[in-house]
């Protein structure tokens, strides 16, 4: 059997996305993670309607729904008065996705789903090893693995760094994180909880000492977290006394904690990589940008980072596009994390202020939370279902459908009513393409194995059709019944045509992508 051509360092959730992702695309996958057994740590608990997309098209999100708890709004709360100041249901968001709400599940629960799917994928992560050394030229690069028997090198095409905040491939190809290292410090705690508030909410609590993040787990569980001044040298963990007290003071005095599972200070920088992409080399995840955890952003920050990369790679290590191709992560990823960075940094100064800062705070909330547009806005922020690729040279308007609710390189929505669900059909490796059946044909020609014509009907479900009675798809999309759209394997519309001319396809493919062999045109 020949080497694997993608080394994937890290079985974090970016890792395990970024594997699955290229298996399901035909890529062989090596795997190599530091730790000799999963973490049990509970970090990040918010999974976000973008990334819970992708992992619907992975085919593991019923295993991760049966985990999780779903939250359907975020409220702010006055932390001396445990108020509710805004509350912001996640419902509008229905329009663009089928996953109206946040998925609370513990880390260690998605790293478990996604190591499952990764081996029924025929995916081994190589446990307790790490990787030490690496070394590029034009044609691959050499790794130095240290392993229980001894350290091993091995020859790769590409090196997928998804190692995490301390990365080492960050390091061994000469980058560092740059930004405002702000030092936030934080305690958390993993306990059950006995509270007053909706379990079906997650309250972020504004004090001035420092915002308080209480997100429900399954059952009585939940996390909770305090922005904290630096701990000290000699501070341990908190206690479950300090955890209660600072509850006490911060959220309200209406919430009282045991069972305590985990209980943490950590420090977060906000800060990020210049750069994606090293030669044969690329950062995803928290490798390549670090934040606040408000929002509940990194995770699913990383996750799409991950399906934005394997796509490309795929095409790039199967021969069928240039290598030109990876630097387009680079242009989408990157400005996507340097707003996570900026936004999450805004967000825990502003859950902490006080005085004219907490004033104006407090009136944009009750704004927010009475203005159905504006908290709709806020939801698809939240939810990242607002991340685009708009000004990407991969995004592209053919003709006038601009009579559509999306451009090029927005989120391909996903209407209700419409069978089966975009991010079922997206369970299909590779590009979709939704047209009628009139002009579905030629377009397939041109599609070729890069992916499936899906034709758009009315009604008669069958294979590679979606029923849509209500002509969401046409509408939505701007396509009519003339035209159709490309989206690709990352759920991002690519090309939006009102005419069904396949030349158009053909040239995307080719011009834009890159496509060295040209699929069957
Ligand atoms: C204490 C704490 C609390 C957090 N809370 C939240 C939260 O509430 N909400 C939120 O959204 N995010 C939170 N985060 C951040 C969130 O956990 C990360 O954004 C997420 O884990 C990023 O995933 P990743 O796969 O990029 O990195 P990681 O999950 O860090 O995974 C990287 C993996 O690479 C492995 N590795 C490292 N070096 C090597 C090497 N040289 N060779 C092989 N393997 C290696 C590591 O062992 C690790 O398993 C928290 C993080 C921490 C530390």
């Known amino acids: 059997m020949s080497p694997a051509p993608v080394l994937v360092v890290g079985a974090g959730p970016v890792g395990l996305t970024a594997a699955c992702q290229l298996a399901r695309l035909g890529v062989a996958v090596r795997v190599v993670e530091e730790l000799a057994e999963p ?13 819970l997309e992708m992992l619907a098209s992975l085919g593991v999100l019923p295993r991760l729904e049966a985990r999780g708890r779903r939250i ?37 629960d998605t790293e478990a789903v996604l190591a499952e799917r990764a081996a029924e994928l025929g995916i081994v992560v190589e446990r307790g090893v790490a990787l030490t ?32 905040g301390h990365s080492t491939v960050r390091h061994l190809v000469g980058t560092r994180l740059e930004g405002g290292f702000h030092g936030q410090h934080f305690a958390m705690a993993d306990l059950d909880a006995d509270s007053p508030f909706p379990r079906d909410t997650i309250s972020m609590f504004t004090h001035p000492d420092g ?34 007290a600072l509850a006490d003071v911060r959220m309200g005095g209406q919430i009282t904690v045991r069972n305590p599972r985990w209980m943490t200070y950590f420090e977060v920088h906000h800060a990020q990589v210049a750069q994606y992409r090293h030669g044969r080399v690329v950062l995803a995840g928290d490798a390549a940008h670090v934040h606040s955890p408000a929002a509940a952003q990194g995770m699913n920050t990383g996750i799409q980072d991950a399906a934005n990369l394997a796509w490309k790679l795929a095409l790039v290590v199967g021969g069928r596009a240039d290598e030109g191709l990876i630097d387009s992560y680079d242009g989408e990823r990157h400005p996507v994390g340097a707003a996570v960075v900026r936004n999450t940094t ?11 800062q907490a004033a104006v705070r407090d ?19 939240l939810s990242e279902v607002a991340v685009n690729y708009r000004d990407s ?30 991010e079922d059909l997206l369970a299909r490796p590779g590009f979709l393409v939704l047209a009628s059946t009139a002009t579905a044909g030629p377009l397939e020609e041109v599609l070729g194995d890069l992916g499936a014509v899906i ?34 394997p990352d759920g991002y519309l690519a090309l939006v045509s009102d005419s069904a001319d396949p030349a158009i396809l053909r040239d995307y493919l080719v011009d834009v992508l890159g496509i060295t062999e040209p699929a069957r045109v």
Do not use: N
Not at 84 to 105: E, F, N, Q, S
Not at 151 to 163: E, H, K, N, S
């Open 363 to 381: 009136a944009m909330l009750f704004l927010a939370g009475h203005l159905a547009a504006l908290r709709d806005q806020g939801a698809r922020q």
């Open 393 to 422: 040279a991969l995004s592209v308007d053919r003709g006038g459908h601009h009579h559509g609710t999306v451009r090029a390189g927005e989120h391909a929505p996903d209407p209700a009513g419409v069978t089966p669900a975009i």
């Open 211 to 244: 915002m308080g993040i209480f997100f429900p787990l399954p059952g009585s569980r939940a996390r909770i977290m305090f922005l904290v001044d630096a701990p000290g040298p000699d501070a341990g963990d908190p206690t479950l006394e300090q955890i209660q």
């Open 455 to 488: 034709r758009v009907v009315g009604e008669g479900a069958g294979e590679g059709r979606v029923v849509d009675p209500e002509g969401a798809i046409a509408r939505t999309y701007g396509i009519g019944t003339d035209g159709f759209a490309l989206v690709r």
């Open 39 to 51: 973490t049990t740590e509970s970090r990040a608990v918010g999974v976000h309607a973008r990334s």
């Open 346 to 356: 805004v967000l825990t100064d502003v859950g902490t202020g006080s005085g004219v």
């Open 133 to 164: 050394g690496l070394h590029q030229d034009a044609d691959g690069v050499d790794v130095t693995l240290r392993t229980g028997e001894g350290d091993q090198t091995a020859r790769v095409a590409w090196v997928v760094g998804a190692d995490g």
């Open 72 to 108: 359907g709004a975020l409220a702010m709360v006055d932390g001396a008065s445990g108020r509710t100041r805004a509350r912001m249901d996640l419902t509008g968001i229905a329009v663009a996705t089928r996953h109206p709400y946040v998925l609370d599940v513990a880390q260690p």
